[in-house]
């Protein structure tokens, strides 16, 4: 079917037989130009579902991912605690039968698992808004699944990227597997209980797949008109980027992924940010087929900051939850440096403040809101990095900011050592800036001297040349400290 909207944009619906429409209270499709609410016919919306015709599709491809939003009807009181939390912090974007996947997680502990590919040694704070919905749905009494993808993460997933991502070795992905699955225990438990929170890597069962027979069984349930729809794959094509078949695959193998984890673990919900809604979509529909499963997705928003910036991302780069690769006191900072209008957003999404005090703290404005900054940064620290480290970073942060002439401790701030030797022969102060990670390369530092924001202990250096000798320690300091501008710092201490 399709239904010209306001703006003259078509949304294709898939063909049902009467009577099986699913409940428009529950769903509705918006196209992004003004269109009117219609109900979202398909099958992958609606798990419960008399027979389709088996040639019906779920959204047309005239309407993207990103354009299409699940509207819960407002005066529907959701019964469960998962969902009622969900979306008073604002992590719905969308979901497939809001109604059903409610009155289910109302009525049984629900399995649900969400992805993390494994492409870099650890995951950024863009990652933290999956992993608090995890947490929220483990302290509601369900059982997370973590996915790492280890079979995945060889093929590579195009959604977001304007070119293929760099093909890693399976020692690598197993490296980076091990890092980023440190910080899963610091927002989960794991065992063997119930609701105890598992980690299960898709590599098990995709690596030994036989690529004919899963052709056969699986691959005959996709088409390619419908994958040239997603908006993963349109963008890549739209900007005449190289799109490889074996990133095309990406979306079959993250559906089979759903399909298996059913089966092994029993999961029926899927996560996911917004940017996956098409891949989970798959998922659901292909249990369906092949098995007759009913099966949910929910996705996150993908989170940008006041200014329209990527969430995880600054003008240093990424925002990592590995201590070894950002200290506790550059994590903390990070979120004490929230712009101002992002403040509530963020206390809602990464705190597990109660709604009261949030709500309190929503309501700062000028300097007072600073105050709310400093509760931000203490509750997202600690929770990642525990309480044990924020009385070092207050006071590194006092030493720094508060005026009294950095005398208290810098142990929480980043630093190099450099040996007797080192200082014998002179190290470049351009060197030390970016060893710091002050700064990404030479040529920026150097650009930060003339401009006049790098300073050596609290003194402005103008000359990039400067060479760090046993001299610049002085006769009896074992420590200097690097500034660029007035936020960011480090020490290069002097070691026997």
Known sequence: LKQPNAGGRSIGLAAHPLGTLPDARAFAVRASRGGALLPACSAALRPAAAPIHRHAHCIHASVAASEVEVMAAESAELKSDFLRTLKWRGFI?????????????????????????????????????????LRHFQKCGHKPLVLVGGGTTK?????????????????????????????????????????????????????????????????????INRMLSFESVKQRLERESPLSFLEFNYMILQAYDFLELH????????????????????????????????????????????????????????????????TPFEYWQFWRNTADADVGRFLRIFTELPQEQIEELETRSGAAINE????????????????????????????????????????????VQLSAADVAAGVPLVDLFVQLELGKSKSEIRRLVTGGGAKLNDVKVEDAALVVTADTFGSTGSEIKLSAGKKKHGIVQLVD
Request: charged content about 20%.
């Open 372 to 415: 709310a900054k400093v509760v931000l940064a203490n509750e997202a620290t600690s929770m990642l990095h525990g309480e044990d480290c924020l009385a070092q970073i207050q006071q590194t942060a006092k030493s720094l900011f508060g005026g009294d002439g950095g005398s208290a401790a810098t142990d929480a701030l980043p630093r």
């Open 263 to 326: 089966r092994r673990e029993g999961a029926v919900l899927q996560f996911g940010g917004s940017d996956q809604w098409g891949n989970i979509i798959n998922g659901v529909e292909l249990a369906r087929r092949v098995d007759g499963a009913s099966l949910f997705g929910l996705t996150a928003p993908l989170l940008t900051t006041a200014d329209g910036k990527k969430m995880g991302k600054t003008a240093s780069g990424a925002v990592w939850l590995n201590k070894d690769l950002l």
């Open 93 to 133: 974007q969308q979901a497939t039968d809001m109604a059903g996947l409610d009155q289910l997680l109302a009525e049984k502990t629900v399995v649900a698992y969400l992805g993390f590919d494994a492409t870099a040694s650890s995951l950024h704070v863009g990652s933290l808004l999956q992993i608090m919905l």
């Open 155 to 223: 093929v590579g997933d195009p959604s977001g990227k304007d070119a293929s991502r760099q093909l890693l070795t399976e020692e690598v992905i197993e490296q980076n597997i091990a890092g980023i699955s440190q910080v899963f225990s610091r927002f989960l438990t794991f065992g063997d209980g119930p609701s105890d929170a598992v980690i299960v890597n898709n590599d098990d069962w995709l690596s030994p797949l036989e690529y004919l027979s899963f052709l056969r069984d699986y691959g005959r349930h996709f088409t």
